[in-house]
Structure formats: structure tokens, C-alpha cells
């Protein structure tokens, strides 16, 4: 068993490659993809080559860990049901090329409990899945502990800070502000506003979320804490951050990382998302057949105007 996908064999350098798949082991499913995404955080970071080492991390590789699609085999120890529609949150299934995070495929064979069935109403847009779990992650810490304090200010107004923004509002949070420095970024807001950072006097912020992934931003977040603030870094930062001491000592600011979803968070996006009370809609602006994956990784990456490009693989052979 074959399968097309995105390799990229060095940075800025990406073929599709036919690679051979291993056979299904019993707690295994086969997935069709249907499409894929493709980040602007930690796969620009791939694509350039600054990605910092990481677990997998090397060259040539498949990327991607936003894939959708229909399950065509499932194993003899696995409950998924046969036509259900999933969302793969990666694959390790092409032998000796890495798969970081390894989504980016036509078919993948992955084990049965990592994959999430999705309703088919929501087509393309269930790629944001992982995005919208990753988003509710750096609020609930995965459900291990008390639930943190939501954002009063959200920095980035890409799909991330944009998710983000949603949940704040399922949750019944409307005083917030996000900052968004590009003016091509600063629309779409539903129930909350966007301005430029140089705009907002605001210096009492409780809790500062920062989904931009600039490293150096930090003294500039702690500036406008309130006394005991906190920022919660919910990006993916390749230079080292540095804090001047003396500000964030006078405010005894905390700072959180808040890493990758875990599968709490993705049960409960999903539940949001069955409930009504959030929506995925108008997030995905670009999409692209599998084989012009070269031209959209330099959209994607390029074009403030793309919030999210998506392959199409449905008629990849």
C-alpha cells in the first residue's frame, strides 16, 4: 500500500513523494485523506529550517498534524467504525522518512485511538480541530488542575488568536482586546475588538495570552500587567525570550507556557462544536490541490492575507 504525500526533503525544498505504507496492524485504521493543513507556527519554523531540536525532528520529513478523512480498513482490535469521518492528528507510517507531525498525506495508517471521529457537516474546516484544542489548552491546562484565568488580552489575531477569541466569547467573555499589527489581520472580530498594540493605553491587563510567536515581546506583555498579572506564552517560539528583571519583579508578574492540546481538550472542542457554541467558520481562506503543495507552503507562509491553506487531497492518486 502506497500513499502520495508532502516531503520535505530540506528547508524550502518540498516534493510530493509516493512512499510505501506498512500493512495495518489490529489496532490500526486506514485513513482516506480528504484534506490537510498546513501551520503557520511550528511547520513555517519546519519550512525555514529554524525549527529548534525537537523530538522527530529532521530532515526529510512529512509534516502536518491537521488531517481529515474517511476511515477505508479498520483493524480487528480497533472500535473505529468503517466510512467514519476522523481527524488525524498525525501519522508515523512512512518508514525512513520522519514524519514531524506527519499529516500531510493522501492515505495514513495510524492507531485507532488517536484518531477523533468529526461530523461530516463540518468538511474542510475540522483541520482546525487541533488548533481550536490547542486554543482551550492554554486556558484549562488539559484538564489536570483548576481552569486558568481566561485572556483579557490576546496578542495575534491569526487562526490561533482568532480561536482563541472564540472560546472567550462561548464562554461569556466579551472584555478583551486583541492586538494585531498587520491591518490585513485586524478584521473579522465577532463580538470583541482588534486594535494595534500602539493604540491601547491599557496597562492593568490580568492575563496576557500571546499566540504571535515573537520571541521578543515579552518585556513589552509584562509592561502592561496589572501587580500579580500573568502571561501565558501559547506559542511556539524559536529564538531564546528574554525578561528584564526589575518590571517584572516590581509587577511579580507570572509567566506560563502553555504547550500542545492533550486529548481532554480536544473532546471538549469537540462537544463546543456539537453544542453550537463554537464555530469554525471563515478560518480557512485558501485552499489548494495536493499537487500545487509547493506553491501553497509559500502562500501560506508569505501572504498575511492567508489565515489558513488547506490541501485538497480528494482527487490525489
Known amino acids: 500500500m502506497n500513499t502520495q504525500a508532502v516531503v520535505i526533503e530540506r528547508p524550502e525544498h518540498l516534493q510530493l513523494a509516493r512512499l510505501h505504507l506498512p500493512p495495518a496492524e489490529p489496532e490500526d485504521v486506514v485513513v482516506e485523506v480528504e484534506w490537510s493543513g498546513i501551520s503557520t507556527g511550528t511547520e513555517r519554523l519546519i519550512w ?11 530532515y526529510p520529513l512529512v509534516p502536518g498534524y491537521e488531517a481529515v478523512g474517511r476511515v477505508i480498513e479498520v483493524g480487528s482490535a480497533s472500535d473505529v467504525r468503517l466510512g467514519q469521518r476522523v481527524f488525524v492528528p498525525g501519522a508515523r507510517c512512512f518508514g525512513e522518512v520522519r514524519g514531524l507531525f506527519g499529516a500531510s498525506a493522501s492515505r ?3 492507531p485507532g485511538q488517536r484518531v477523533v471521529p468529526v461530523a461530516d457537516a463540518l468538511g474542510a474546516d475540522a483541520v482546525l480541530i487541533a488548533l481550536a484544542a490547542t486554543a482551550y489548552h492554554s486556558v ?11 485572556p483579557d488580552l490576546i496578542v495575534g489575531h491569526g487562526v490561533l488568536g482568532r480561536l482563541l477569541a472564540r472560546l472567550n466569547v462561548a464562554a461569556g467573555y466579551t472584555d478583551f482586546t486583541v492586538w494585531e499589527t498587520q491591518a490585513a489581520r485586524q478584521s473579522g472580530a465577532e463580538g470583541y475588538r482588534v486594535i494595534a498594540p500602539e493604540d491601547d493605553p491599557r ?21 502592561r500587567l496589572s501587580p500579580g498579572g500573568e502571561v501565558v506564552l501559547a506559542g511556539f517560539y524559536a529564538a531564546p525570550l528574554t525578561l528584564s528583571f526589575p518590571p517584572a519583579f516590581m509587577r511579580e508578574a507570572r509567566i506560563r507556557v502553555a504547550a500542545e492540546w492533550k486529548r481532554p481538550d480536544l473532546l471538549a472542542v469537540q462537544q463546543l462544536l456539537q453544542d ?3 464555530d469554525l467558520r471563515g478560518l480557512i481562506t485558501h485552499q489548494e490541490r495536493a499537487e500545487h503543495a509547493g506553491s501553497a507552503y509559500q502562500q501560506a507562509f508569505a501572504d498575511a492575507g492567508c489565515l489558513k491553506m488547506v490541501l485538497d487531497w480528494r482527487h490525489a492518486s
Open 48 to 58: 525555514t529550517g529554524r525549527m529548534p531540536m525537537f523530538p522527530g525532528m529532521g
Open 108 to 110: 495514513l495508517v495510524v
Open 140 to 150: 484549562s491546562g488539559g484538564g489536570t488542575g483548576v481552569a486558568h484565568t481566561p
Open 203 to 223: 496597562r492593568d491587563y490580568r492575563a496576557i495570552y500571546d499566540v504571535s510567536g515573537d520571541a521578543g515581546l515579552l518585556d513589552t506583555l509584562v509592561a
Open 276 to 278: 453550537g457554541r463554537l
